[in-house]
């Protein structure tokens, strides 16, 4: 993505620097109406980008945060998995440690890709053998308080399993991106034009198209968090993990 937003923006202030250099004879013709157009382009691509960016912030924020509520949500319901009977304690137990190792491999898939896929569809299906044995536990004592607070918390894991998984499908649009590097394009070459024809240095053209292409790649960056520099960190739920490795801390009862 970086190298396609450097060809793509450095070659249109090239083409406007070449193409300012050939208008220059007649620079009274052109100059009030390019510096017109390009003072308006320049000012919607300031927006566009800077509204963009907002938004990728704010959902890498969300993505952030999902997975921390995820690690919390695993974590209490394996808590009070531990006090529930047996043989359905051990069993939860086993299948809760194999559930935080798939939300940590959907971690680092790509959104939509077949291995996002298959994980989401690993989780799915761990989340109904754990309901299961959840149903079982309240059949088996139905008046007892530690099923249906396990249940509660089991229901709470799988909603923010599902906001987590929404969130990371929901980026920016690529028709909107597309539009924000071509508006970007074109104010760029309409800027070189202009400063080429006033024959004014090159120099400041590349110091914006540096900085226009810096910050269109931190805000693709940001919406696509698992295929760039800027990651969403899962060290919550690898915290998580490693502390299932430890010995359960409560004893469920040996029967209903």
Do not use: K
């Amino acid at each position: 993505m970086g190298s396609i937003l450097l060809v793509v923006l450095f070659g249109a202030a090239t083409i406007g620097l070449v193409v300012g250099s050939r208008l220059r004879g007649r620079a009274d013709d052109h100059r009030e109406p390019i510096a017109a157009i390009q003072s308006f382009l320049l000012t919607l691509v300031g927006l566009i980008l800077a509204f963009s960016l907002a938004l990728a912030v704010g959902r890498y924020e969300a993505r952030r945060a999902v997975v921390v509520q995820d690690a919390n949500a695993i974590g209490t319901t394996y808590l009070r998995a531990q006090t529930l009977s047996e043989p359905i304690r051990t069993r939860s137990l086993r299948l809760l440690r194999d559930y935080v190792d798939v939300s940590i491999r959907l971690s680092g898939t790509v959104p939509g890709s077949p291995e996002a896929d298959a994980a989401v569809a690993d989780g799915s299906h761990l989340q109904r053998e754990l309901w299961s044995l959840a149903g079982q536990a309240l059949d088996a004592d139905p008046v007892a308080s530690a099923p249906r607070l396990y249940v509660e918390t089991l229901n709470e894991m799988i909603d923010v399993q599902t906001v987590r998984v929404r969130g990371l499908n929901n980026r920016v649009p690529s028709a909107v991106l597309t539009v924000e590097l071509v508006g970007a394009a074109l104010a760029l070459a309409l800027l070189a034009t202009h400063l080429s024809i006033l024959g004014r240095a090159i120099v400041p053209i590349f110091v914006v198209a540096t900085l226009v292409t810096l910050l269109m790649l931190v805000t693709f960056d940001l919406d696509r968090p698992t295929r760039g520099l800027i990651e969403v960190p899962s060290t919550a739920l690898t915290d998580l993990r490693a502390s299932m490795e430890l010995s359960p801390a409560a004893t469920g009862p040996t029967s209903p």
